[in-house]
Nanobody, 123 residues
Framework: QVQLVESGGGLVQPGGSLRLSCAVSGFTIDDSTIGWFRQAPGKEREGVSCIDSSGATDYLRSVLGRFTISRDNANNRVYLQMNNLKPEDTAVYYC?????????????????WGQGTQVTVSS
């Protein structure tokens, strides 16, 4: 059974930082693309960042230069370092696995999803 568990969310002031972690079990991520998505209240889920098996990355334009995605295949984990957070970054953040390694930020490309972790940016 494939499980993805996100952690690291919380409440942070504008300009602050958080590091999200995604632990994957029941599946080896080496040959997969891993993505981070977010969904704010009343909005559609959007792709934030992804990293493919070669280490190539992609980012939502609004987070470029502030967020960094990385992967640790040895420990089957993926991370999202978020700096200079803004109130508009407030959302539930999800990680997901794309077994076919498409390096896409489209949700339909992903096969497995975590339950999400809340990130709230507020003063």
């Amino acid at each position: 059974q494939v499980q993805l568990v996100e952690s690291g969310g919380g409440l942070v002031q504008p300009g602050g930082s958080l590091r999200l972690s995604c632990a994957v079990s029941g599946f080896t991520i080496d040959d997969s693309t891993i993505g981070w998505f977010r969904q704010a209240p009343g909005k559609e889920r959007e792709g934030v960042s992804c990293i493919d098996s070669s280490g190539a990355t992609d980012y939502l334009r609004s987070v470029l230069g502030r967020f960094t995605i990385s992967r640790d295949n040895a420990n089957n984990r993926v991370y999202l370092q978020m700096n200079n957070l803004k109130p508009e970054d407030t959302a539930v953040y999800y990680c997901a696995v794309d077994r076919h390694d498409f390096n896409s930020m489209q949700a339909y490309a992903y096969d497995y999803w975590g339950q999400g972790t809340q990130v709230t940016v507020s003063s």
